[in-house]
């Protein structure tokens, strides 16, 4: 049994690394509903390391790992909102091109 000390020292350790959906919400610039409904909607979707009344702690490279391989955001963290390619990329590519003629 880790003593209260042990315990300590070990969540210091990764606490970086620990997070809650708020912090999942910021790190990608979205709602926290988002973040709710990607544990409710995705069975793949990691499982938390820390659950209690409705409050869960994940672990951010999980996360991310998670969020990377769906394909949810482009290369430069614009919001795919399912679509395969960027909107937001896109448009700005065919500005530099009209700018370029
Ligand atoms: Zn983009």
Known sequence: MATATEIRRDLE???EQLVFAADIANRYGISE?????????????P?????????NI???SEIEDWVSAKGIFCENGHD?????????CNYYKAIRRE???
């Open 80 to 88: 795919l909102k399912r679509r395969s390619s960027c909107s937001t």
């Open 99 to 101: 700018s370029v003629i």
């Open 58 to 60: 994940w672990i951010l």
């Open 13 to 15: 350790k990764y606490a």
């Open 33 to 45: 509903a988002r973040v709710t409904n990607w544990k409710r909607r995705h069975d793949d979707y």
């Open 47 to 55: 499982v938390p390391v820390f659950s209690r009344s409705m409050r």
